[in-house]
C-alpha cells in the first residue's frame, strides 16, 4: 500500500506511457518542405510532368496489351495524382507558414529599426534646436567689427587726451622755469585747436 502511494505522488512527474514516435526535426523537414513546395511552383516541373503523363498515356494506349500496367480508365494514375495532391497541399501549407513566420520577424525588426529610427530623428532635431537657441545669443560677426570699431575710438579718445594733458603739462613746466629765471612771459607760441581748454585753465590760475 505504501509502495502504491509513493508512485502517485503529485509532486513527480509522470513517466510517458503508450508509443512513442520518433522525433524529426522541425527546421531540416520545413526546409525539405519549402524545397519541394519551390520546386512544384516552377515552370520545369509543369512541363516534366505534363511529359510524364503523356507518355503514361502513350504507353498504357498503343503499347501491346500484355504489356499495359494501367489500361484505360488509367486507375492507377489517378491514385498517383491523388497521392501527389495530398501531400503536396500540407507541403505547400507548411512551406507559406514558414514564410509567414519569417515576414513576422522580418516586421517586427523593421518595426524596431523605425522606432530607433525615430528615436534618432527626434533627438537630433532636439539637439539642432538647442544649437539654435545657443547661436541665437553668440555675438555675431557684425557685432564684433561694430564693437571693435567702437573700442578703437575710445582708444584713439584716450591717446588724444593723454597727448593734450602731456602738452599742457610740458608748457606748465616751461612756464614755470621762464618765472623762476626772472624773465618775462615765454614768447607766445602758436597753438592749435586742441590747446583751448588750456588757455580757461591758465587763466584760472593767473
Partial sequence: MADQRR????DQPRAPRGLRLPRIDA????RWSEGIARGMGTANFIVYMTLVIAA?????????????????T????????SLQA???????????????DRDRI?????????????ADTEYLAREIAALRIALGEVATRDFLRSELARLAE?????????????RRQQEREIRREARR?????PLDEPRDDLDGDYAHEGRGEG
Fill in 7 to 10: 508512485a502517485e505522488r503529485l
Fill in 27 to 30: 527546421e531540416t523537414f520545413g
Fill in 56 to 72: 503514361w498515356f502513350g504507353w498504357n494506349t498503343l503499347a501491346p496489351a500484355n504489356l499495359r500496367f494501367d489500361p484505360y
Fill in 74 to 81: 488509367f486507375t492507377f494514375l489517378t491514385l498517383v495524382l
Fill in 86 to 100: 495530398s501531400y503536396a497541399a500540407p507541403l505547400i501549407l507548411l512551406a507559406q507558414n514558414r514564410q509567414a
Fill in 106 to 118: 522580418a516586421l517586427e525588426e523593421d518595426r524596431r529599426r523605425a522606432t530607433m529610427q525615430k
Fill in 154 to 166: 575710445e582708444l584713439d579718445e584716450a591717446a588724444d587726451r593723454r597727448r593734450k594733458l602731456e
Fill in 181 to 185: 629765471q626772472g624773465g618775462g612771459e
